[in-house]
């Protein structure tokens, strides 16, 4: 069983930065695919960031060069650095783990970018 924690969501003004952390428990392996995922009121959850299964990394069109992913593998950690947050961005970020034909959801880390 994996469980994943998400935290560091807040309220941030436009053009502000926040980073989010994805802390993973259970049977972790490093190479399996693992990023994050937003979803805001009516729309779909949608992808912003992951480590595939192959070594690389996807990024959303919408934040590439505002937003990083990152991972600490001695912690099982996940990371994403949002920097020049738009209104746009607003949404509760998931992060996502994937192992054999399962996907792994935390609970979700709300963000709301807003003056």
């Given at each position: ?47 912003v960031a992951r480590f595939t299964s ?50 792994y959801w935390g609970q979700g880390t ?6």
């Amino acid at each position: 069983q994996v469980q994943l924690v998400e935290s560091g969501g807040d309220l941030v003004q436009p053009g502000g930065s926040l980073r989010l952390s994805c802390a993973a428990s259970g049977s972790i392996f490093s190479t399996n695919t693992m990023g994050w995922y937003r979803q805001s009121p009516g729309k779909e959850r949608e992808l912003v960031a992951r480590f595939t299964s192959n070594g690389r990394i996807n990024y959303a069109d919408s934040v590439k060069d505002r937003f990083t992913i990152s991972r600490d593998n001695t912690k099982n950690t996940i990371y994403l650095q949002m920097n020049s947050l738009k209104p746009e961005d607003t949404a509760v970020y998931y992060c996502l783990y994937y192992d054999i034909g399962h996907n792994y959801w935390g609970q979700g880390t709300q963000v709301t970018v807003s003056s």
